[in-house]
């Protein structure tokens, strides 16, 4: 089927079938719609009535022969004829719906006949197109050229969906588990109490840990969120040692002098070689939590060499290794650091449990402390300062005696129980102390005699947001001013106590706490400048090694706080370094608001 136009096409359009003209229709005229036929009439003289009747019976002949053709099943052939056919039938209608006839006699002639020969055509020819149409209803029609195309006639009546072949899961990652094979070994009783004998036994009995098999490649690691903003201090902490150029050996030995122990990581394996014992079980814990690191992203932690300090005050003093002394600057991580030291602060032993003063694991207290927070509700808590703590490591700590807490079986000392005041005091002893997430984690508003050092996460907390700061020269005066300024001010007291537990819940999570040990030592790896190797004095240690060798709660608190497979997800992405303003403008907000705190105190004791 044709389309033809003329300079009027928007007025009328003229149809063809098999290349013969068989129907023009043409714009109303002013004085209302004429017989087509009459106007051909009256217009045409040289040729006369019957020539027309017989050419139009003629064409319609033809017409009805190619239908014909077309319902034998000439193919695609005859589809086409029969969809021209159609469309003419379509034209043989006026815009208003009336259709064309030949007016004048109502008796039988030629061209009556031809006309209800056309008619009988149209109609057949509708009923064959459309069985033909409902057959190819996915064929669409553009144009003739388009119409005769083999391609359009072989189209599927109903496209096959072909189902996506399912991606197989990731098989599932080997469990862990604690299995010994031997009872530990048996305590000297000549070893001071204070001193872990597990990992000594473990290191003495030197037996092989089990050869597991290479993990697994990681699958690629999607679009991890970014890690809280405390991770960016691990820039900071590092930054000395590159802006020297890099960890050189002679650097490393040089933190030897005060390290408990030295720990070597070479292909996914770690290696210990203890340099002096550390208090209770510190350096025993510390160790744990980096054998939990290796198992939970297996592979992944670079090689490394390193010495720790478990001892509490930072001691690498940062006005001696200015200038040309820097390449001497020894790296030594430890639990805290302060603004006159270069110490390399990493997580403190106590998030994988505190035996000795029967503190769990923190990803079991931190579930505690939650719990604790709702047995009381802020406005019915005592509305009072509260405190507890080591008398040992300060004077000003008289309210808790240790010693008799442990002969009590620390039953005053669960810690979730402890959140039933509005106000709690955090205070330093002999360093920093890990009493400050435990008192943090409280909905309290935590009272923060202003400190000294700070640990790996606690260099974002703001002042009023997360904290009230309690001037250290006069502690008391400040403390009765921070719990009168609380009572009266509810709403606010309770809100900085609510985001301080926020952020311990939400942004000090063992799942944070791995991830900032990974980073952390992984940017400490990227600094070395020599190869690591095993130290001849050290000794392969694994979960299994020190698990078997410990007893009671040091037992209980590995058990507990195992990691108990890896983890494919990956860690949280590291955020950069602060910029020059950015760590400026740090620092600035912290002072304003503890000047702004000043500013109240002076006017309170004014009136």
């Known amino acids: 089927m044709s389309e033809s136009k003329d300079s009027n096409a928007s007025s009328y359009r003229g149809f063809v079938v098999q290349g013969l003209p068989f129907l023009s229709v043409r714009p109303r005229p002013p004085g209302g719609l004429q017989n087509p036929y009459q106007e051909q009439k009256a217009n045409s003289t040289s040729q006369p009535e019957a020539d027309l009747a017989e050419e139009a019976t003629a064409n319609n002949a033809r017409t009805a022969s190619t239908i014909e053709k077309a319902e034998e099943g000439e193919g695609g052939a005859g589809g086409r004829r029969v969809g021209g056919a159609a469309m003419a039938s379509a034209a043989a209608v006026f815009p208003d719906g009336r259709r064309w006839c030949k007016g ?14 056309f008619f009988f055509v149209v109609v057949v020819g509708v009923l064959v197109s459309a069985r033909w149409i409902t057959t190819t209803s996915h064929l669409s029609i553009t144009n003739l050229d388009e119409w005769r195309t083999k391609t359009a006639i072989l189209t599927s009546t109903q496209a096959t969906s072909i189902p996506a072949t399912p991606t197989a899961p990731p098989p599932p990652r080997r469990a862990y588990s604690i299995s010994c094979s031997s009872p530990p070994l048996r305590r000297d ?3 001071p109490k204070n001193i872990s004998q597990t990992l000594y036994l473990a290191l003495s009995s030197r037996p092989a840990c089990a050869r597991v098999p290479e993990p697994q490649p990681l699958p690629p690691t999607t679009t991890n969120s970014s890690c809280p903003a405390y991770f960016r201090f691990i820039h900071e902490d590092l930054h000395p040692w590159r802006a020297a150029g890099g960890i050189t050996r002679r650097m490393l030995e040089r933190a030897r002098d005060t390290a408990n122990f030295r720990l070597v990581v070479l292909r996914g394996r770690a290696y210990v070689e203890r340099i002096a ?20 992203y297996p592979g992944r932690v670079p090689d490394l060499d390193l010495m720790f300090d478990c001892v509490d005050w930072p001691v690498v003093q940062a006005d001696r290794y200015q200038g040309e002394n820097a390449t001497a600057m020894p790296p030594l991580f430890r639990y805290c650091g302060d603004d006159e030291t270069l110490d390399v602060v990493f997580p403190d032993w106590s998030f994988w449990g505190w035996p000795e003063i029967n503190i769990k694991p923190w990803d079991a207290l931190q579930k505690d402390l939650d719990i604790g927070n709702k047995r009381v509700k802020w406005v019915d808590r005592e509305p009072y300062a509260y405190w507890k703590g080591n008398p040992d490591v300060a004077t000003k700590r008289k309210e808790l005696d240790w010693i008799k807490e442990s002969k009590a079986g620390y039953k005053q000392s669960d810690l979730a129980s402890q959140c039933t005041h509005r106000y709690k005091i955090y205070i330093e002893g002999s360093a920093w102390s890990v009493s400050e997430k435990y008192i943090l984690a409280c909905n309290s508003m935590t009272l923060v005699v202003t400190p000294k050092y700070y640990d790996f996460f606690s260099r974002v907390l703001m002042p009023t947001q997360h904290y009230w700061p309690v001037r250290d020269d006069n502690k008391c005066s ?9 009572n009266s001010n509810k709403k606010k007291a309770q809100k900085i106590g609510k985001q301080a537990s926020n952020f311990i819940q939400q942004e000090l999570s063992m799942d944070y706490i791995y991830d900032y040990m990974f980073h952390l030592l992984t940017e400490y790896a990227k600094l070395l400048r020599f190869k690591p190797t095993k130290p001849p004095e050290a000794i392969e240690i694994c979960p299994e090694l020190l ?15 195992m990691v108990k497979s890896a983890n494919d997800a990956g860690p ?3 955020p950069p370094p602060f910029s020059p303003e950015e760590f400026k403008e740090l620092q600035q907000r912290k002072e304003k608001s503890m000047k702004q705190v000043e500013t109240w105190q002076q006017k309170a004791s004014q009136t």
Do not use: N, Y
Not at 478 to 486: E, L, P, Q, Y
Not at 550 to 559: D, L, N, P
């Open 277 to 296: 014992p550390a208090f209770q079980t510190r350096d025993l814990f510390t160790i744990w939590g980096i054998l939990q690191l290796l198992r939970r």
């Open 478 to 486: 400040s403390i009765k001013h921070a719990v009168d300024w609380g």
């Open 104 to 117: 004048g006699s109502s008796s039988s002639s030629p061209v009556t006949t031809a006309i209800f020969l």
């Open 572 to 574: 949280c992405d590291l």
């Open 189 to 191: 009783p000549a070893v």
């Open 547 to 561: 698990a078997c060798q410990a007893i009671g709660r040091e037992r209980k608190f590995m058990e507990d706080s």
